[in-house]
């Protein structure tokens, strides 16, 4: 006899505010926890050292993280001027000092440089692997770790706010795939005064957006008091807001049985589309399925079972 999944069969996104000091794994398990859900995962790591938007999938939700993953991402970070440490930030040892401070003109000379597609070295630590190992366990352990460049988009970088000449507050909106501790390093070491992470927020994951989180201080309250699941439900954003870019597609009844078991169906109909790259199929308003039209076929890729 199969064993019985722990917990709820809980559907939908939790725009979770994640305080500092808290791993992502750490933040999953507890608003798991909170919600009693069957099944959790997050939409893209932050730091330990990192606060803010941290999407987290519940139940059918996790079929759509690899799609908010992709999209964009907008973080607020302060570059502290004068020393380059082994972790990109506050967290690691100074390896390279220097007593210059850059000016802000200084600084907004070089920002161009940092736009566009850039080719850009991860940090050694990092959650990349290396030959089945965390690059930074391999550096925790006194391992030297170099990984490869790799290409990332950065599609505005801005300065917010210039304190003082050691500290510099910026915001970038970024592709996949980027660093902002290898970002800080990269700018330091072009200006010639080095740099690192003092402090980093991401205020936006594809969809989702700053107003849009709560926090956990606020969820555990809510636990703690023992609110219903009506009380947690506004904090519980449906399966398809992270789809809002998709088109949807409308259909019947009989195709959407085929479909909820993972079978193709061929569009009828003198608008129905002939070829698309991805489509959010709905029933009676509900989605049911991500999908591909090819040739007035549609295939169903991921199915939900709402």
């Known amino acids: 006899m199969a064993r019985r999944r722990r917990g709820q069969a809980v559907n939908g996104w939790v725009l979770l505010d994640k305080p500092a000091g808290m791993t992502s794994t750490r933040a999953v398990s507890a608003i798991r926890r909170i919600f009693d859900a069957q099944k959790a995962g997050h939409a893209g790591t932050l730091d330990p050292l990192a606060t803010g938007m941290l999407p987290i999938a519940l139940g059918e939700a996790t079929k759509t993280v690899g799609h908010v993953q992709d999209g964009a991402k907008t973080y607020r970070f302060t570059v502290r001027w004068g ?23 200084e600084i907004t000379t070089v920002l161009p440089r940092f ?7 991860p940090p050694a630590y990092s ?17 030297h770790v170099e990984l490869k460049t790799r290409l990332v988009h950065i599609d505005d970088l801005r ?16 592709g996949k795939g980027t660093y902002i501790r290898a970002l800080a390093r990269d700018m330091g070491r072009m200006l010639g005064c080095f740099g690192h992470i003092e402090a980093l927020r991401r205020l936006a994951v594809g969809p989702f957006g700053e107003d849009d989180m709560i926090s956990l201080e606020k969820l555990n309250d809510l636990s703690h008091k023992g609110a219903g699941c009506e009380a947690m439900t506004p904090y519980l954003q449906p399966v398809e807001t992270a789809l809002d870019d998709i088109p949807a597609l409308a259909i019947g009844g009989p195709e959407a049985s085929r479909v909820k078991q993972g079978q193709s169906v061929i569009l009828r109909g003198r608008d129905a589309p002939v070829h698309a790259p991805q489509v959010l199929v709905k029933w009676q308003g509900n989605p049911i399925a991500i999908a591909t039209v090819e040739g007035g076929m549609l295939k169903p890729k991921r199915v939900f079972n709402l």
Not at 115 to 121: A, H, K, N, S
């Open 83 to 105: 020393e380059e440490r082994d972790t990109d930030d506050t967290e690691g040892r100074a390896v390279k000092t220097s007593g210059d401070r850059p000016a802000e003109g």
């Open 159 to 174: 300065i917010i706010e210039h304190p003082d000449d050691s500290h510099t507050v910026f915001e970038a909106d970024c």
């Open 115 to 121: 736009t566009g597609t850039i080719e850009q070295r």
């Open 127 to 143: 959650a990349i692997k290396v030959d089945g190992e965390r690059a930074y366990d391999l550096a925790r352990s006194g391992e």
